[in-house]
């Protein structure tokens, strides 16, 4: 008997000696799926922390350029702050994920 497997994606058993499934294309093998999967996470959060960096470093070279006195200190202070946000907002990230599971 050949090796099958049962597609996660279609629920079809497909030929398990090859990592795709004959029908849908999907992945077949979990930890194939796994590893694409933790890939994926990763390069979504990527984007999106160049995204929002990207956002934030545009207001605060904004703040940089002016030489209006007292910006800097509120550059300073801004970027304080936003480090803070960040640090308690990956604490509620971290502590949703360990709620959840
Ligand atoms: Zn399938």
Redesign the pocket.
């Known amino acids: 008997m050949i090796n099958q497997k049962k ?1 996660p ?2 629920g ?1 058993w ?1 030929d398990g000696s090859k990592q795709r ?1 004959v ?2 294309n ?1 992945l077949i093998d979990p930890q194939l799926i796994a590893e694409e999967d933790s890939r994926k996470r990763a390069e979504k959060s990527r984007q999106e922390r160049l995204a929002s960096e990207s956002k934030f470093e545009k207001y605060l070279r904004k703040l940089k350029e002016s030489d209006k006195p007292g910006y800097t200190l509120l550059f300073k202070i801004l970027n304080t702050l936003f480090n803070i946000y960040m640090a308690v907002l990956s604490f509620f990230i971290w502590l949703i994920a360990l709620i959840s599971g």
């Open positions: 597609c994606a279609c079809k497909t499934c029908f849908c999907s």
